[in-house]
């Protein structure tokens, strides 16, 4: 998402909270949490969201066993975390790209992107490949991942499958995506974060990353060719793929104009809540003027049956009457943004345990203990860079929120060696943007997933059986994967290594 709050989490350089044994009892309810994630998730094959929510809570409440003293500032501390600007930033834009893509949806964009597919030629050996593309370029251009995610799950997702496109590949494939324009987009919050936290200029620092982001884009592409062609395809029934190809028609495509909109806004200059609800404005114009989808089924207010309210209401616009047990609030709007409710829990929860293992110097530990041992020349120094932004990543579930964690020790590791803004910047970011969209609790992964879940109640030919899950998507979003190969090898021969002679930031300029 672009534009983000800078102030984020303070560096964990004091320690405000005291752990019966040391330090590293702080990080105890994040690795109880990840502990739960994969034993829910990876042995038992369960992904529900609800679940890693108790695992959360019951984290936190053991780390607070172990705080010394009282339990007041543990208490303060959840709070504070819970609060930070990054997080509440990253829920809001899930519920305004929610509400964008369900009322796409509802107005048959899916259908229209089958009848382009089909149109072209389009099959699911490339499938995988161009929605890499598409999502690379949707993303670097609006500079949200997240927001990106949840459109091409809930638009060219289905739309894939249902021609026939493996559902791990695809959803790998706009993970893929997500990773590309968060790490590149001079309007995403990852790569500002990390230009303003290592002293250096947004433009330089894209400038000096598109060679390392490129190489890895081009080597995805392929790894997608090549994947899809091994892959035996979607587990959809030749009939239903038949009545998908026979239902679609290029009306859908009347969308494009609604993408357009929060494109070329974002890109713009216009804060992302701002460019995502001009496009929600027009698509909801584009539905209604063109007969894409009546307005009930964007908004509809249902009232019980025999109730004063339904002889008063029955038959305005927008108010259905219904049985008793049907009563309630429905259509794309409600549903687009009700959906993400769980999962927005849950990153409240994470962010707190994360801020938790701040206040209480597990971060300090792991900094010195890194300057102390292992980070002895500019090549280690650069391995370890890479490394720890790693481990973070694992812990925190918001890549930003782990890129503003570790940003001042990767400052300080760098400055230590001479290593030149741009280099700190890449570094920091590469790791932080890839990683959160491949660990199966990053937050990217599991809004696609919160996303696709709601694919089974919106059309009848979409089973649980296509439903991936986080556990199964890792191993596929390539171009996260490759980005961090990408580093580590040029960590370890110097490809693209700056100190801080070679150049001088042009933050100076920067308005």
Do not use: C
């Amino acid at each position: 998402m672009n534009q983000p709050d800078s102030t984020g989490p303070s560096p964990a350089s004091r320690t405000t909270l005291e752990f019966r044994g040391g330090k590293a009892l702080s990080a105890l309810p994040i690795l109880f949490f990840i502990f739960w994630a994969i034993f829910q998730s990876g042995l038992l094959g369960i992904s529900a969201t609800g679940g890693l929510i108790v695992g959360m809570l019951v984290g936190l409440i053991l780390g607070m066993l172990f705080v010394k003293g009282d339990w007041k500032g543990y208490a303060d501390t959840v709070f504070e975390g819970m609060a930070q600007p990054v997080a509440v930033t990253a829920i809001v834009a899930w519920l305004w790209a929610g509400m964008f893509a369900g009322t796409l949806q509802v107005g048959a964009f899916v259908d229209g992107l089958g009848w382009l597919a089909v149109a072209a030629g389009i099959g699911p050996l490339l499938f995988p490949a161009i929605t890499f593309l598409l999502a690379a370029l949707l993303a670097t251009g609006i500079g949200t991942g997240y927001g990106t995610v949840i459109a091409f799950v809930a638009l060219f997702f289905p739309a894939g499958v249902a021609l026939g496109a493996d559902p791990i590949l695809m959803f790998g494939a706009i993970l893929s995506g997500a990773v590309f324009g968060d790490n590149l987009a001079p309007v995403s919050d990852t790569t500002i974060v990390s230009a303003v936290t290592q002293d250096s200029d947004v433009g330089g620092v894209v400038a000096s990353r598109f060679k390392y982001a490129i190489i890895a884009a081009v080597l995805s592409l392929i790894a997608y060719v090549i994947a899809s062609a091994m892959f035996s395809g979607s587990t959809i029934a030749p009939e239903v793929a038949e009545a998908f190809r026979a239902q679609t028609a290029p009306a859908g495509l009347l969308h494009l104009l609604s993408m357009g909109v929060v494109i070329f806004t974002a890109i713009a200059g216009r804060h992302i809540i701002e460019a995502i609800s001009w496009g929600l404005i027009v698509a909801i114009i584009v539905n209604l003027a063109f007969g894409l989808a009546p307005g009930t089924d964007m908004l509809v207010f249902n009232v019980a049956a025999g109730g004063w309210a339904a002889e008063t209401f029955g038959g305005w616009p927008l108010v259905e009457v219904v049985a008793a047990a049907d009563a309630g609030v429905g259509g794309s709007l409600y549903s687009g943004a009700l959906g993400f409710a769980e999962l927005a829990v849950l990153i409240l929860l994470v962010i707190a345990g994360a801020q938790i293992m701040m206040r209480g110097g597990a971060f300090h530990a792991l900094e010195a203990w890194l300057l102390r041992t292992v980070a002895k020349t500019v090549r280690s120094a650069e391995m370890v860079m890479v490394t720890v932004t790693a481990s973070i990543n694992a812990a925190i579930t918001i890549n930003t929120a782990a890129q503003i964690a570790v940003a001042p020790y990767i400052a300080t590791i760098g400055k230590r060696f001479n290593l030149n803004g741009y280099r700190r910047a890449n570094i920091l970011d590469a790791n932080t943007s890839a990683l959160g969209y491949i660990f199966p609790w990053a937050g990217g992964v599991l809004v696609g997933y919160t996303q696709m879940v709601a694919l089974v109640d919106q059309y009848d030919w979409f089973t649980s059986d296509m439903v991936v899950a986080p556990v199964q998507a890792w191993p596929w979003v390539f171009h996260g994967w490759l980005l961090v190969i990408v580093f580590l090898v040029s960590a370890w021969t110097g490809f693209g290594r700056e100190y801080t002679t070679d150049r001088l930031s042009n933050r100076s300029n920067e308005s």
